[in-house]
């Protein structure tokens, strides 16, 4: 067989020519690989004379894209060379640069200018070009690259820099999303190895030890839990990502060290009980000894981290923040001549953001903020009064506040400016989509309707039911999914059911690029009289079904969500429930495949289905005597209490809006508190409530016309 001399981006288009069953355009290819479409065209013309020695042509139609011709045997023949030739890689400046930037990074010992030529298969010449520019790199980074004839070549400084580097080096050449795939994704299918070795990137798991990866994830959850914290998903990365570079390093006898006076500091936080309970549990799972300074490293990682603290008050946070936020507030009004003192949520949500913030700047840690060059470019008034506030902070704290942290400022002031300008104007009207249409959607609708006043719901639909929706109401502005899906003609933003505050500060951003639609082109709504007297019989008979069919069920030694699944199905009375339990078991399931909701910290989990089997609207929670394993999103739970809510599977719309607002009602924490704390007769009273007055707003939107 021939062997192949190919460079890397010219292996894994062949690879994903070979193994599409349909055409790939060059920007689909150039997506997939995160190269240039004028890259992909270059290196797809020097791999022509190759396809073409192997008996196949390289097909090419404008508008629809190319393809490889040939049988199947011929391209099996060069799957067979690519694989058994093992292709030379020819390497790129900026990944040869990357290379020994870890290379450097993760030796102890010198290397030899020759095993780094022979490594990328270049001369000595070009590697000492390569090294000119990393020395720069490593310069930036406070390390310095040392170059000894006869000795060889290392990087020398602190370990405590020198894990700051490797950090930097892991965040500049992945992003979060390909983060969570490459610290999850343990998979031998093509498409996914592909994804994580289409690039030298995945080297950066020369840095850690991706067989403890798990092993930490378990131990977080489980203490972020009893530490009553709840973590965003981009801290979550970034602190497993920091123990498992802590863990690599110590085993490596690369330990840090912190100054004693800093030490005790750290030792006076709550973080400080939280971390050396982390370093105890890995201490027993590895058969390692974890000294107190790298117990202080995880702490102050911990202190910078962006957390919520469960069930924390305002008053919990100390006074000096909130006085901090009051004056940044003050500053950015005066530059932006705008009244923001009155809004509440940015109030609180900046103390929750400058608790940590304020950490992270105290203890240098570094700080990425990868919407910095967007949020700059595209609202630099914002930003510019940001800076503003950032510079009373950096006064206040006597320490520069960094660029990337002003960026987040500016993300949380431009969320409320953007808000209060798009307030003067039209309300957006919004569609929320989830998989079946009740429960997680209208969640989201209240989450919406409490924190952006200048939005409207339209409606709450699920996947099925949405092009026919969109047929009669062509006034909708965006859509809002909790399940993945691209649509023709709307915009859709993809978020979880439980929003975060970059979420809501997307969708704003989202909502201020809508244009206004011409009134002239929107279908006029007449006025239906007989539809009207419907909506409201409907609404009268859920009223009705909502108010006498709840049920408290206490659970006895369940271990697993299948369990729970079980009793329910099982548990129902039998005018709600119909026909066989195993229909009602096998449409929670199926519901659950489309994805689990639970509110971790709380303890809570949601099922919620329609089904043939059910014949009346049903509220049912269950109380569970012991902790149960509940899975999601491939992470487990321990939940107490699950709510269900069930409904016939041709359930009115007007029903499924109305034990909705059950689900709805989860952003109150009192309600959540009854349902997980309270005694049996508060919990239906609840509930009660919440779908009465749910009935009423209901009754006066639909005599208003009012979808």
Request: charged letters at 25%; a neutral charge.
């Given at each position: 067989m021939t062997k192949l001399r190919l460079n890397s981006r010219q292996e894994h288009i062949?690879?994903?020519?070979?193994?599409?069953?349909?055409?790939?355009?060059?920007?689909?290819?150039?997506?997939?690989?995160?190269?240039?479409?004028?890259?992909?065209?270059?290196?797809?013309?020097?791999?022509?004379?190759?396809?073409?020695?192997?008996?196949?042509?390289?097909?090419?139609?404008?508008?629809t894209g190319l393809w490889l011709e040939g049988t199947e045997?011929?391209?099996?023949?060069?799957?067979?060379?690519?694989?058994?030739?093992?292709?030379?890689?020819?390497?790129t400046p900026e990944e040869r640069q990357f290379i020994l930037l870890q290379q450097l990074l993760s030796n102890n010992e010198p290397q030899k200018l020759f095993y780094f030529s022979n490594l990328l298969n270049v001369t000595d010449a070009t590697i000492s070009n390569d090294l000119n520019r990393c020395e720069s790199w490593f310069l930036k980074h406070h390390l310095k690259l040392v170059r000894k004839p006869g000795l060889g070549i290392y990087v020398e400084g602190q370990e405590q820099q020198t894990r700051r580097a490797i950090l930097n080096l892991i965040y500049q050449n992945c992003s979060q999303d390909q983060l969570l795939d490459i610290l999850s994704a343990q998979t031998d299918t093509f498409q996914d190895k592909v994804k994580l070795?289409?690039?030298?990137?995945?080297?950066?798991?020369?840095?850690?030890?991706?067989t403890i990866i798990e092993k930490i994830d378990k131990i977080i959850q489980l203490t972020e839990h009893q530490y009553g914290y709840k973590m965003t998903d981009t801290a979550y990365v970034g602190l497993i990502i920091h123990i498992a570079l802590a863990i690599h390093r110590l085993q490596n006898d690369e330990g840090?060290?912190?100054?004693?006076?800093?030490?005790?500091?750290?030792?006076?936080?709550?973080?400080?009980?939280?971390?050396?309970?982390?370093?105890?549990?890995?201490?027993?799972?590895l058969s390692i000894t974890i000294p107190e300074n790298e117990i202080g490293y995880i702490c102050t990682h911990l202190l910078g981290a962006k957390a919520t603290r469960l069930n924390a008050a305002s008053a919990d946070?100390?006074?000096?923040?909130?006085?901090?936020?009051?004056?940044?507030v003050s500053i950015v009004e005066q530059e932006l001549k705008i009244d923001l003192g009155n809004d509440s949520s940015l109030i609180e949500h900046l103390i929750v953001h400058l608790e940590s913030a304020i950490n992270r700047i105290q203890y240098n840690m570094d700080i990425r903020n990868p919407l910095l060059h967007h949020v700059k470019q595209k609202y630099p008034a914002i930003f510019q009064a940001s800076s503003k506030a950032a510079d009373f902070l950096a006064k206040q704290l006597d320490k520069p506040v960094p660029e990337e942290?002003?960026?987040?400022l500016a993300m949380h002031f431009g969320a409320v400016v953007l808000r209060k300008a798009g307030s003067k104007n039209n309300r957006k009207r919004i569609l929320l989509v989830c998989a079946s249409g009740m429960g997680t959607s209208r969640l989201l609708a209240a989450q919406l309707e409490k924190e952006l006043p200048q939005v409207e719901i339209a409606d709450t639909v699920s996947l099925l039911q949405i092009d026919d929706l969109l047929q009669k109401q062509n006034d909708i502005d965006l859509i809002i999914s909790t399940v993945p899906f691209q649509h023709k003609d709307y915009d859709v933003v993809v978020v979880n059911p439980l929003l975060s505050s970059d979420e809501f500060i997307r969708i704003e951003e989202r909502l201020n690029q809508v244009a206004e639609?011409?009134?002239?082109?929107?279908?006029?709504?007449?006025v239906n009289l007989e539809g009207i007297m419907l909506k409201l019989k409907h609404y009268g008979d859920a009223l009705f079904q909502l108010q006498n069919y709840v049920y408290i069920k206490p659970l006895n030694k369940a271990k697993k969500k299948e369990a729970v699944i079980d009793y329910i199905s099982s548990a129902l009375p039998e005018f709600v429930l119909e026909k066989d339990p195993k229909i009602l078991k096998r449409d929670l399931i199926e519901r659950e495949k489309l994805g689990a909701w639970i509110m971790k910290n709380a303890g809570l989990a949601m099922l919620h289905c329609r089904s043939e089997a059910l014949q009346?609207?049903?509220?049912?929670?269950?109380?569970?005597?012991?902790p149960v394993r509940w899975m999601h999103q491939e992470k487990a739970a321990q939940v107490s209490t699950v709510l269900v809510l069930l409904a016939p599977k041709q359930s009115p719309k007007e029903h499924i809006e109305m034990i909705s607002e059950i689900s709805a009602a989860l952003v109150e924490d009192s309600f959540v508190h009854a349902l997980t704390k309270g005694m049996e007769d508060d919990i239906v009273e609840q509930i009660k409530t919440v779908v009465g007055k749910g009935y009423l707003k209901k009754i006066d939107n639909a005599l208003r016309g009012k979808t």
């Open positions: 062949l690879l994903l020519l070979l193994e599409s069953p349909q055409t790939l355009t060059l920007k689909t290819i150039s997506e997939k690989l995160e190269l240039s479409i004028r890259t992909v065209q270059r290196e797809i013309e020097a791999l022509e004379e190759t396809i073409h020695n192997n008996g196949l042509l390289l097909a090419k139609r404008a508008g045997d011929s391209k099996q023949r060069l799957r067979q060379v690519i694989q058994s030739s093992k292709p030379v890689q020819i390497f070795e289409m690039t030298v990137r995945n080297k950066m798991l020369n840095f850690i030890d991706t840090i060290s912190i100054n004693q006076p800093t030490l005790e500091k750290l030792k006076e936080t709550n973080e400080f009980a939280w971390a050396a309970h982390i370093a105890e549990e890995l201490s027993a799972q946070y100390p006074s000096r923040v909130e006085h901090l936020v009051q004056n940044m942290e002003t960026g987040y639609k011409d009134p002239a082109l929107l279908k006029k709504q007449e009346k609207l049903c509220v049912c929670v269950v109380k569970c005597d012991r």
